[in-house]
C-alpha cells in the first residue's frame, strides 16, 4: 500500500492515495512517499521509478536488519527500528520491526512492513522541511517505546498480583514473553541511539540549521532515557522471575498439602464407616429412634475430623517450626 503526502502550511498532508500498480500522478510532485507493505509492483517501482537500491529496500522489511545510517549520492539511506503494534496471539508480545527512510533533497521516502505510518499526532505540526519531518518521526518513535514501556509496566505489576496467587504456568509464561520483548526493546533502542549520534556527525552533510541540531540533541537525551528505562525494566522484571516462580510452586506445595491433610482425615472416618456398615449400625442403634441414631453418628465423625485435623495441624506447624530454628 502506498500513499503520497506533502507539506502544506507546515502539516503533512494526504496528496492522493495511490492504488497498486499505479504511479503517483505527476502534477502532485509529492514530497513524501510512504510504501506500507509493499507489493511486489511497488517494489519495482521503487526501485525503477524512486531509484531505490533492492538491496535497502530489503533491508527495511527485514524485522532483523540492524539500524544504520548510510549516504548513496544524494540520498540518505536510515534503517530504523520500532514498535510494532500490539499482538495477542497465545501470549501477549511487543516487537520491533523495521522501517526505512530514504531522505533527498526534495523528497522523504519511508518503506515500511507495518501498517501505513500515520502523520496526524500533534508531534507532525509545525515543520519547515523534509529534516524536521524526519526528526519528527524519529521522535515519535522515542515516544512510541515509552508508551509501550509504560504499559509493559502496568501489565507487569497485574501479572504480578495474578501470580500470587496462581497455580499455573499461565501468568508466569506470559511474563517470561515480557522480559523477552525488553530485550529486543533495548536492542532496537540502543541501536537507534548508535543511529542518532551518526545523524549528529553527519549534521553539516545534511545542513542542519543550529536549532535542529538541538532538537537532535534532545532526541539523544530522550533515547537514551528510554534505553535506561527499558534496562531497569528488564533487570526487576528478570530479578523476579526466580522468586515469582517459587511462589507458584508454593501454591501449588500447600495446595498438595491441604489435599493430604483432608485426605488422611477421611481415611479413618472411612474405615469406621465401612466397618459398621449402616446395617450394622441399625442393628446397634436397636432401640433408639433412628434420626437421633444417625444424627449422633454424623456429629461424632465431624467432631472426630475436626479433632484429626487440629492435631494434624499442630503436628505440621510444630515440624515447620523446628526446621526453620
Same mark, same amino acid.
Given at each position: ?29 509529492? +514530497? &513524501?512517499? =510512504?510504501? $506500507? ?6 517494489? !519495482?517501482?521503487?526501485?525503477?521509478? #524512486? /531509484? ?55 523528497? +522523504? &521516502?519511508? =518503506?515500511? $512492513? ?6 496526524? !499526532?500533534?508531534?507532525?505540526?509545525? #515543520? /519547515? ?56 526493546? &533495548? ?139
Amino acid at each position: 500500500m502506498k500513499a503520497a503526502y506533502a507539506l502544506i502550511d507546515g502539516e503533512v498532508r494526504l496528496l492522493t492515495p495511490a492504488t497498486a500498480g499505479q504511479p503517483l500522478p505527476a502534477e502532485h510532485e509529492a +514530497l &513524501i512517499h =510512504v510504501y $506500507a507493505r509493499p507489493s511486489a509492483e511497488e517494489r !519495482d517501482e521503487l526501485v525503477a521509478v #524512486l /531509484g531505490l537500491d533492492a538491496y535497502d529496500i530489503d533491508a527495511a522489511l527485514d524485522p532483523d536488519e540492524i539500524p544504520r545510517l548510510e549516504t548513496s549520492g544524494s540520498t540518505t539511506c536510515i534503517i530504523w527500528k520500532r514498535p510494532k503494534n500490539v499482538s495477542f496471539d497465545q501470549q501477549l508480545r511487543f516487537d520491533v520491526a523495521s522501517m526505512g527512510i530514504f531522505l533527498r533533497e526534495n523528497m +522523504l &521516502i519511508l =518503506v515500511t $512492513a507495518e501498517d501505513e505510518i500515520s502523520f496526524a !499526532d500533534r508531534e507532525f505540526r509545525g #515543520l /519547515g522541511g523534509l529534516s524536521d519531518l524526519l526528526l519528527k518521526l524519529l521522535l515519535h518513535t522515542v515516544h512510541h517505546y515509552l508508551g509501550h514501556l509504560k504499559v509493559i509496566k502496568q501489565i507487569t505489576t497485574e501479572l504480578g498480583g495474578k501470580i500470587s496467587v496462581a497455580m499455573e504456568n499461565r501468568y508466569y509464561l506470559q511474563m517470561i514473553a515480557l522480559s523477552e520483548s525488553l530485550i529486543f526493546y &533495548i536492542d532496537g533502542i540502543e541501536a537507534n541511539a548508535a543511529v542518532i549520534n551518526k545523524l549528529k556527525a553527519s549534521a553539516q552533510r545534511l545542513r542542519l540549521s543550529a536549532e535542529q541540531l538541538d532538537a537532535l540533541h534532545d532526541i539523544s537525551l530522550d533515547m537514551q532515557q528510554c534505553a535506561r528505562q527499558a534496562s531497569i525494566y528488564s533487570e526487576v522484571l528478570s530479578g523476579l522471575m526466580d522468586a515469582r516462580g517459587n511462589i507458584i510452586n508454593n501454591n501449588i506445595s500447600v495446595l498438595l498439602k491441604n489435599l493430604t491433610l483432608i485426605s488422611v482425615i477421611f481415611l479413618p472416618l472411612n474405615l469406621i464407616a465401612s466397618i459398621g456398615g449402616m446395617s450394622e449400625y441399625s442393628n446397634w442403634t436397636q432401640g433408639i429412634p433412628p434420626a437421633l441414631a444417625y444424627s449422633g453418628f454424623t456429629l461424632g465423625m465431624a467432631f472426630l475430623g475436626w479433632l484429626m485435623w487440629v492435631v494434624l495441624r499442630r503436628g505440621i506447624d510444630r515440624y515447620a517450626n523446628g526446621r526453620h530454628r
